[in-house]
């Protein structure tokens, strides 16, 4: 699913397009088309936010510091072109993660009687298992979605209410598991090692991007026990190199909570947030 409507996209792409070269902009363009073949937003948030800093700043996209990596974008501020970074963008792909599945299908379920999914919450128990590679691993209690309608709403006369319900699924078990082994974690390391060989003299950022609001919240992008601050903020103890991580989301909106007119009420809004980590710099 777009986070931003194609005439938005177009309009991005168009003004990120006086620029990018040709090139550039028809990668762009190209990957936009596959979006909802691919299921990724990962192009969808590298045009946003080339857009964004543009606004801010002079942005070289892929510049060529005589490494043997290029990072996405190359930022000098407008009113002192001293200060500079480079920094690479990356997206938390939520594309096989049987939580979304899980929570996209109750959502569907929700919705479809017409009730409000802020009434509802969804709880998943998992088990650690040893793993050869990284001593172990968290499994969580989620079966396949084909079996979705079979073990999980398979009950005819199960009933939700407006007032709203907990959806349990074995949740007996929760287990802190290392702050390196996660997709968040491993999304910052993949673009740090890249950022290291692109022989830039200068502050070096991550942007990672994020589809909904699981990224910025207190609750771990892995939806388990640890927070999205500490997984951070050890990878920049750990990656000194890097001065700092900005997260990306989509935070979703309930009307019960803003302010806006009763007739809108039924449609669902949403904003972009930003955080933003340093490092040592």
């Known amino acids: 699913m777009a986070i931003f409507s194609r005439r938005t996209l177009q309009r991005l792409a168009d003004e990120n397009a006086t620029f990018l070269s040709k090139k550039q902009t028809r990668k762009h363009v190209d990957g ?6 691919e299921r990724s937003l990962a192009t969808e948030w590298e045009v946003a936010v080339i857009n964004a800093l543009s606004k801010l700043g002079n942005v070289v996209h892929e510049k060529d510091f005589g490494g043997s990596s290029r990072g996405d974008i190359y930022f ?19 594309k096989d993660d049987p939580l979304e599945t899980l929570w996209d299908e109750l959502r569907r379920i929700v919705e479809k ?3 409000r999914m802020n009434a509802f ?79 830039f003299n200068g502050p070096l950022g991550i ?13 771990s992008s892995a939806g388990l026990s640890r927070t999205t601050d500490e997984i951070v903020y050890s990878f920049l103890e750990e990656e000194q190199a890097i001065s700092f991580v900005i997260l990306v989301g989509v935070h979703h909106l309930w009307a019960d909570y803003i ?21 040592k710099l």
Not at 32 to 37: F, P, S
Not at 78 to 88: G, H
Not at 259 to 279: M, N, S, T
């Open 32 to 37: 936009l088309n596959r979006m909802n073949k």
């Open 76 to 94: 000098e501020a407008k009113s002192n072109p001293t200060e500079r970074f480079l920094a690479d963008i990356t997206t938390i792909s939520t």
């Open 113 to 115: 009687r017409g009730l």
């Open 121 to 199: 919450n969804l709880r998943v128990g998992a088990v650690k298992e040893l793993d050869d590679r990284v001593g172990s691993r968290v499994r969580l209690k989620v079966p396949g979605r084909s079996r979705f309608v079979q073990l999980i709403f398979n009950d005819p006369t199960q009933t939700f209410s407006s007032s709203g319900t907990y959806l349990n699924l074995n949740p007996d078990y929760v287990q802190q598991y290392p702050l390196t082994h996660n997709r968040l974690y491993s999304a910052m390391e993949r673009k740090a090692y890249q950022l290291k060989r692109t022989n």
């Open 207 to 219: 942007i990672v991007c994020d589809s909904d609001n699981s990224l910025l919240s207190k609750v």
């Open 259 to 279: 302010d806006i007119p009763h007739w809108a009420r039924d449609k669902e809004r949403y904003e972009v947030a930003f955080y933003l980590f340093k490092g």
